[in-house]
């Protein structure tokens, strides 16, 4: 069974700094895919950022990149330059198979984390 | 704007009654997933489909249940509701084989009185 652990419930930035939100995982799967959601208090679900576990780089996209530590089994989030619209909930998740094979499955997700961008 | 449709956005109903939610995903997209967002439990995987056919389940209650026509749209059913069915309801959709990159509909919010 997969496992997603995000021990931050709530994190407090000031705006303009770069913020790190924690996400270990647990799989005995050999290929694995990790996602990063955003979650604003409208309540929908945003893509942010995908890392696939053969991938040889952190993934990036924008301000927002992806620790990825494959023997730490960690996948944090960088976000770099916070801003205020950046305040929202955050959820690791991941699934059982990489981008690279079929198998679409479902996402496994931790409990998130509430991120507060302060002025 | 992912371009997964969902509909209600909202939903307010009785116990003991039955409602349907309806999800159209994305353009190309055969791959269709039901996740249910409650307080207590958390984000939580009900169902997968993949063009038509149930592919995937999760922990889904035998009051619930879904299907996607040929169109690729889906629709989860729920019945004989309680109170603790009030949740957000989720659909995303993903193109398959070639990733599963899922993108989710702005989902259903069903509160049961």
């Known amino acids: 069974a997969q496992k997603i652990t995000q021990t931050q419930p709530g994190m407090f930035v000031q705006e303009k700094e770069a913020v790190t939100l924690d996400c270990t995982y647990d799989?005995?799967?050999?290929?694995?895919?990790l996602f990063w959601y955003k979650q604003p208090s409208s309540g929908e679900m945003i893509f942010l950022i995908y890392?696939?576990?053969?991938?040889?780089q952190n993934a990036t996209e924008g301000r927002y990149s992806l620790n990825f530590q494959k023997a730490r089994k960690s996948a944090n989030l960088v976000i770099s330059a916070s801003q205020l619209g950046d305040s929202a909930m955050y959820f690791c998740?991941?699934?059982?198979?990489?981008?690279?094979?079929?198998?679409?499955?479902?996402?496994?997700f931790g409990t998130g984390t509430r991120l507060t961008i302060i002025p | 704007d992912s371009g997964v449709t969902q509909t209600p956005k909202h939903l307010i109903t009785a116990t003991g009654q039955r409602v349907t939610l309806r999800c159209s995903p994305r353009?190309?997209?055969?791959?269709v997933y039901w996740y249910q967002q409650s307080l207590d439990q958390g984000l939580q995987f009900l169902i997968q489909?993949?063009?038509?056919?149930?592919?995937a389940k999760g922990n889904i209650l035998e009051r619930f249940s879904a299907q996607q026509f040929p169109d690729l749209h889906s629709e989860l059913n729920l019945s004989s509701l309680e109170l603790g069915d009030s949740a957000l309801y989720f659909c995303?959709?993903?193109?398959?084989?070639?990733?599963?990159?899922?993108?989710f509909g702005p989902g259903t919010r069903l509160t049961v009185l």
């Open positions: 489909y993949y063009n038509g056919e149930e592919r």
């Open positions: 799989t005995s799967d050999p290929s694995y895919g």
């Open positions: 995303a959709s993903s193109v398959a084989p070639r990733g599963n990159e899922q993108f």
């Open positions: 998740a991941m699934t059982r198979s990489d981008i690279s094979n079929f198998g679409n499955e479902k996402l496994t």
């Open positions: 890392q696939g576990s053969y991938d040889q």
């Open positions: 353009s190309g997209d055969l791959s």
